[in-house]
């Protein structure tokens, strides 16, 4: 009887065409995925800065309740101005494509946190709030496509 002696692929074969595969199927998967466009790339900055605006929500309420007595409103309203700068430290791509609005929303932010630790009256709160509130709408609106 004739026996046939297989032959083992050369493990120098092997590495080259598992390089080859990877290499084709990194440039397929290169060659289909969709162009970033402004908007996806900014996407998680201004959703940053929505959390941040939607923190400062609850700060004029929480401020009203700490005015009237509620002692652990006023730790609210802190913690809620606090997550607000928080949200709007992490929104860096906005701080490069928008430095001079960027500085204005911080400015506000600074302001009410200002306000909250000198007690002020409500209406002043509601005022820094309102500020913040304006200066995050201009930041968020460099993620919105044009209609």
Known sequence: MLYRRQRNLSPLLVTVAALLGLALGFLAGRATAPRPTLTSLVAPSVAHVRQASGALEIVPLEYARAQQGNTSSLGAARTAA??????????????????????????????????????????????????????????????????
């Open 82 to 147: 606090r997550q607000a700068q928080a949200e709007l430290d992490e929104a860096t791509l906005l701080r490069q494509l928008n430095p001079g609005g960027f500085r204005e929303a911080r400015a506000a932010l600074v302001a009410l946190t200002g306000a909250l630790d000198a007690r002020r009256g409500t209406d002043a709160v509601q005022e820094d709030v309102t500020r913040a509130q304006a200066a995050l709408r201009e930041l968020q609106a460099i993620g919105t496509p044009d209609q």
